[in-house]
């Protein structure tokens, strides 16, 4: 099985920074693309950043990077606002062995809270 495992959320001043971590460990073989979502309370989840996508609200703001390597996504988050609180979740597209079929991963979440 694939696991990700996300850190470096918080509580946070509006205009001020956090940068998330997702790490993928376990079963994989490869792993074809890794971004982030995020899903405000009453709200559905969204798509945030992945590969060279970004929301149109979080753009100039939040910039996604990967460790291929380690198998890691990175969330950096600048400028934060109020409407930037929500449960920030990693997903991964991968293969656990050779002969597998690309799966969907989810992280377990972490919350964001931009608040003064």
């Known amino acids: 099985q694939v696991q990700l495992v996300e850190s470096g959320g918080g509580l946070v001043l509006p205009g001020g920074s956090l940068r998330l971590s997702c790490a993928a460990s376990?079963?994989?073989?490869?792993?074809?693309?890794m971004g982030w979502y995020r899903q405000a309370p009453g709200k559905e989840r969204e798509l945030v950043a992945q590969?060279?996508y970004y929301a149109d609200s979080v753009k100039g703001r939040f910039t996604i990077s990967r460790d291929n390597a380690e198998n890691t996504v990175y969330l950096q988050m600048n400028s934060l606002k109020p409407e930037d609180t929500a449960v920030y979740y990693c997903?991964?597209?991968?293969?656990?062995?050779?002969?597998?079929?690309?799966?969907?991963?989810w992280g377990q979440g972490t919350q964001v809270t931009v608040s003064s």
């Open positions: 997903h991964a597209v991968a293969k656990r062995y050779s002969g597998d079929y690309y799966g969907s991963y």
């Open positions: 590969n060279t």
């Open positions: 376990g079963s994989i073989f490869s792993v074809n693309s």
